[in-house]
């Protein structure tokens, strides 16, 4: 619409996404790495399992405008720009001037209101069961790396009777999206890994740990879209709007690194 108001992003949303400091793992007994039949697909939750992401940018921006002031329509778009980050570290960039018992005290409402408001009707996207269950039968090992908490991840994978097909979560108390590909690179070596993930911060995190390749969801919000290219740009190897063609993506990334892998004894001579 012609008179409709242009919304700014917010200034850091066009540099690198990080996290100011990673936090560690926590000192627990881990898994022994162990050989898989193909390789390891790591499937972020939110947006990109879980069909939520329009409601929890609502619920982000009611709690933005509430805390800071942020007029509601801004503080949702800002959300979505740096989205794929921790709530938290979002805060951090948006509101860098606000002290951080402040922005800690925000945060755990948002967690809190996610859980109960976005969660309590959330549902995965309709080609989510079908999509698991196939890459299941192709032999690849399935797990998530989420921000929500581990026990809340495990609660609503298990309500919608998807949880069967994956054998670990990671989620905010386990570290950052680094971490946990990081993590999963050490219990699963020597096979590919793959970050399924609907965000900026998920393509760069996928392509800032060797040996993990980005796939993308794009997305199409009220007000707010990623194209595949977007993602792309930002190091996506395959995006779609749909994860229906995800088995098949993963079958000819696999067939083109294993032509670029050379054979032994065919070097130059």
Known sequence: ?????????P??????????????????????????????????LDGTILDDLNHISEVAADVMTKAFGTPAD???????????????????????????????KVARIFHQR???????????????????????QDKWTLVVSTGAEKEIADLLLEREGIRYWFEAVLGAGQGTKREHLAEYRRRFP??????????????????????????GRASSLP????????????GAAWADPSLSHLPEALEKIERKSTRRTPRPGR???
């Open 267 to 269: 070097g130059k001579k």
């Open 11 to 44: 200034v850091l949303a066009n540099k690198s996404l990080d996290t100011p400091e990673p936090s560690p793992l926590p000192e627990e007994p881990l898994p022994e790495p162990r050989k898989v039949a193909r390789g390891v697909v790591v499937f972020d």
């Open 190 to 215: 020597g096979v590919p890994i793959f970050l399924v993930g609907d965000s900026r911060f998920d393509m760069e995190a996928a392509s800032s740990v060797p040996g993990v390749t980005a796939l």
């Open 1 to 9: 619409m012609e008179n409709e108001p242009v919304i700014p992003l």
């Open 223 to 234: 007000g707010w879209a990623l194209t595949p290219k977007d993602l792309e740009q930002w």
């Open 74 to 104: 801004e503080a949702r778009i800002h959300y979505l720009a740096t989205t794929g980050l921790p709530f938290e570290a979002q805060l951090a960039q948006l509101y860098p001037d606000v002290p951080a018992v402040e922005r800690h």
């Open 114 to 136: 996610k859980a109960k408001e976005a969660y309590g009707t959330a549902h995965p996207f309709p080609e989510i069961p079908r999509v698991l269950k196939r890459l299941s």
